[in-house]
């Protein structure tokens, strides 16, 4: 149609025109295996990318060919997230915390060709190499010795094209990027972004009212580059041309504000378990570490408890609220405070920022019922979370039998349980796998373990059913209590009333020593509930 506008396809490669014509010369910095800094710029990254891609297409790459990655954070795991979308390929991030079983059986199912892998992730690629269906393997080296036979030499193969790339003619719709669910409940699933899916997606991830990046920002991205996509946070980063700060393999809490410190560290993102530690790690040594004022830490991939929050406020960093998943690559909401709301008490302005908050822009959310039925925004009645967006999955790929998590009116079921309030913020009360139903009623295990997280003796807690004969299913707190601190199960349950229902809280406490991970750092409830599963409680 004539007098409308321009059809430009949405492609990676306008990212990284962006980043290489205007923020040449930002820094993105990387932590070496040996603790060493590598320094490089964004112009030098694109300039690669383009190298890389030059390569892979040389080596007889085709469009939409998977490259895998096996790799910790860094600039050439940077250069590979464009270097093989500029090419027409699609880069597959492979989770270097599963098992040889699972990585053999994802790069399987998602006919990897090629893969880029750090050399010191070698030994992990030993164990599954001979059941994956690799054909080249290019290996970055950070220590002096050789890549081993068979494979090639990361640097070499980068200069193999001498410089020459042709962009190839892409389309919006083609695919550009591939990550598997963690599968924690059957097989693992793959979901293909698409380039358009990807720069929607990335122009939603700085926006101002939300996660706030902009071009005179440094951001450390804690979450690894394999949980998807370290929640786009690098293209979110081409896009504002933001410094890029990676962590390397070193991912301790000391580690961790060192560097904060040392590289002026403005933003960071990870999982809340990081976070832990982090204030753990501050509260020990007030003082130690000269942080930026007003640091901004992204927290998602499990709820943040209040207490997380009010922790890091104390210091003067601010925690953002964020939730996501894979198939919503993975950006859904934020949590960030409407007009007007900065004047609320502390308390109360507290309580918003845990929640999950408010749907980045161009995602729709509702919540629905067993019956079927759309919940009221009451704040008050549970329902599962579905979502629609131009950057949700509208199916998993290859993936027969999986159609049933979406609805017939095309929406998707998240598998979350969800209240929301009647200024749109979503509160996650659960999993729908983890939901405790007690006499009819639910409980929020998240609800009663973010409570137990606020007592100053507890590190972490977990909240399962167990079975009862009257209640059919009752709570059980799982608790880790800090280093040198004391709570008995009495203690914490008085804790408890008047913070959560009185039918919420657990009829018994176990206490441990950690709770089990999952590859992402979440807490791995399934096998809390298969460790207590033949749990009796007091008087049953
Ligand atoms: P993943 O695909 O591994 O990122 O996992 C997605 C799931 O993690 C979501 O469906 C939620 O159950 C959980 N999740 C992610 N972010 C949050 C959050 N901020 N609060 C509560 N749960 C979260």
């Given at each position: 149609?004539?007098?409308?506008?321009?059809?430009?396809?949405?492609?990676?490669?306008?990212?990284?025109?962006?980043?290489?014509?205007?923020?040449?010369?930002?820094?993105?910095?990387?932590?070496?295996?040996?603790?060493?800094?590598?320094?490089?710029?964004?112009?030098?990254?694109?300039?690669?990318?383009?190298?890389?891609?030059?390569?892979?297409?040389?080596?007889?790459?085709?469009?939409?060919?998977r490259v895998a990655t096996l790799m910790w954070n860094h600039a050439p795991h940077l250069e590979t997230y464009f270097g093989a979308p500029l090419a027409g390929g699609v880069v597959h991030t492979l989770n270097l915390r599963l098992s040889p079983d699972d990585l053999s059986y994802i790069a399987t199912h998602a006919q990897d060709r090629f893969l880029v892998v750090d050399d010191v992730l070698l030994p992990l690629l030993d164990k599954f190499r001979a059941r994956a269906p690799f054909e080249k393997i290019i290996v970055v080296r950070h220590t002096p010795r050789e890549a081993p036979a068979g494979c090639i030499d990361y640097e070499?193969?980068?200069?193999?094209?001498?410089?020459?790339?042709?962009?190839?003619?892409?389309?919006?719709?083609?695919?550009?990027?591939?990550?598997?669910?963690?599968?924690?409940?059957?097989?693992?699933?793959?979901?293909?972004?698409?380039?358009?899916?990807?720069?929607?997606?990335?122009?939603?991830?700085?926006?101002?009212?939300?996660?706030?990046?902009?071009?005179?920002?440094?951001?450390?991205?804690?979450?690894?580059?394999?949980?998807?996509?370290?929640?786009?946070?690098?293209?979110?980063?081409?896009?504002?041309?933001?410094?890029?700060?990676?962590?390397?393999?070193?991912?301790?809490?000391?580690?961790?504000?060192?560097?904060?410190?040392?590289?002026?560290?403005?933003?960071?993102?990870?999982?809340?378990?990081?976070?832990?530690?982090?204030?753990?790690?501050?509260?020990?040594?007030?003082?130690?570490?000269?942080?930026?004022?007003?640091?901004?830490?992204?927290?998602?991939?499990?709820?943040?408890?209040?207490?997380?929050?009010?922790?890091?406020?104390?210091?003067?960093?601010?925690?953002?609220?964020?939730?996501?998943?894979?198939?919503?690559?993975?950006?859904?909401?934020?949590?960030?405070?409407?007009?007007?709301?900065?004047?609320?008490?502390?308390?109360?302005?507290?309580?918003?920022?845990?929640?999950?908050?408010?749907?980045?822009?161009?995602?729709?959310?509702?919540?629905?019922?067993?019956?079927?039925?759309?919940?009221?925004?009451?704040?008050?009645?549970?329902?599962?979370?579905?979502?629609?967006?131009?950057?949700?999955?509208?199916?998993?790929?290859?993936?027969?039998?999986?159609?049933?998590?979406?609805?017939?009116?095309?929406?998707?079921?998240?598998?979350?349980?969800?209240?929301?309030?009647?200024?749109?913020?979503?509160?996650?009360?659960?999993?729908?796998?983890?939901?405790?139903?007690?006499?009819?009623?639910?409980?929020?295990?998240?609800?009663?373990?973010?409570?137990?997280?606020?007592?100053?003796?507890?590190?972490?807690?977990?909240?399962?059913?167990?079975?009862?004969?009257?209640?059919?299913?009752?709570?059980?707190?799982?608790?880790?209590?800090?280093?040198?601190?004391?709570?008995?199960?009495?203690?914490?349950?008085?804790?408890?009333?008047?913070?959560?229902?009185?039918?919420?809280?657990?009829?018994?406490?176990?206490?441990?020593?950690?709770?089990?991970?999952?590859?992402?750092?979440?807490?791995?409830?399934?096998?809390?509930?298969?460790?207590?599963?033949?749990?009796?409680?007091?008087?049953?």
């Amino acid at each position: 149609m004539r007098g409308t506008m321009m059809d430009v396809p949405l492609t990676v490669p306008l990212l990284a025109d962006r980043a290489a014509r205007y923020f040449a010369d930002v820094e993105v910095v990387s932590r070496q295996p040996d603790r060493t800094l590598h320094r490089t710029t964004w112009g030098s990254v694109i300039g690669r990318a383009r190298a890389l891609a030059g390569a892979l297409l040389n080596a007889g790459m085709r469009k939409g060919d998977r490259v895998a990655t096996l790799m910790w954070n860094h600039a050439p795991h940077l250069e590979t997230y464009f270097g093989a979308p500029l090419a027409g390929g699609v880069v597959h991030t492979l989770n270097l915390r599963l098992s040889p079983d699972d990585l053999s059986y994802i790069a399987t199912h998602a006919q990897d060709r090629f893969l880029v892998v750090d050399d010191v992730l070698l030994p992990l690629l030993d164990k599954f190499r001979a059941r994956a269906p690799f054909e080249k393997i290019i290996v970055v080296r950070h220590t002096p010795r050789e890549a081993p036979a068979g494979c090639i030499d990361y640097e070499s193969f980068v200069s193999s094209a001498g410089g020459r790339f042709d962009q190839p003619e892409l389309s919006e719709q083609d695919p550009c990027g591939l990550c598997y669910t963690s599968g924690t409940t059957g097989k693992p699933k793959g979901v293909v972004y698409t380039h358009r899916s990807t720069v929607l997606h990335t122009m939603f991830v700085p926006f101002t009212d939300g996660l706030a990046l902009r071009n005179s920002d440094t951001l450390l991205p804690v979450v690894p580059m394999f949980h998807v996509n370290a929640w786009g946070l690098p293209y979110g980063c081409a896009l504002t041309g933001a410094k890029l700060v990676f962590p390397g393999p070193h991912l301790d809490a000391q580690n961790l504000l060192d560097l904060l410190e040392r590289e002026r560290v403005t933003v960071a993102a990870g999982v809340p378990t990081i976070w832990m530690g982090i204030l753990d790690a501050l509260e020990k040594e007030p003082g130690r570490w000269k942080l930026q004022p007003g640091l901004r830490m992204i927290v998602g991939g499990s709820a943040a408890p209040e207490a997380l929050i009010r922790g890091f406020d104390k210091h003067g960093l601010r925690l953002i609220h964020a939730w996501g998943m894979t198939e919503m690559s993975p950006l859904g909401s934020c949590s960030w405070l409407k007009a007007g709301m900065r004047e609320m008490p502390y308390d109360e302005q507290v309580r918003v920022r845990a929640k999950q908050g408010l749907p980045a822009g161009l995602v729709q959310v509702r919540g629905v019922d067993e019956s079927g039925r759309e919940v009221p925004w009451d704040g008050q009645t549970q329902g599962e979370l579905q979502v629609r967006g131009p950057w949700v999955a509208s199916s998993y790929t290859d993936m027969e039998g999986s159609e049933d998590r979406w609805t017939n009116d095309g929406w998707f079921k998240t598998g979350d349980v969800v209240t929301i309030d009647p200024q749109g913020y979503l509160n996650l009360t659960d999993r729908t796998k983890d939901l405790i139903k007690s006499g009819g009623e639910w409980i929020s295990s998240v609800a009663v373990e973010n409570a137990l997280m606020g007592h100053p003796a507890v590190k972490e807690a977990a909240v399962v059913a167990v079975s009862h004969p009257k209640w059919v299913e009752r709570p059980l707190a799982v608790v880790v209590l800090r280093d040198g601190a004391r709570a008995s199960a009495e203690e914490l349950r008085g804790f408890l009333a008047g913070r959560v229902h009185s039918y919420w809280v657990p009829d018994a406490f176990e206490f441990i020593d950690a709770i089990p991970r999952t590859s992402t750092g979440k807490f791995l409830k399934s096998a809390l509930r298969e460790k207590y599963r033949d749990y009796r409680l007091p008087g049953c």
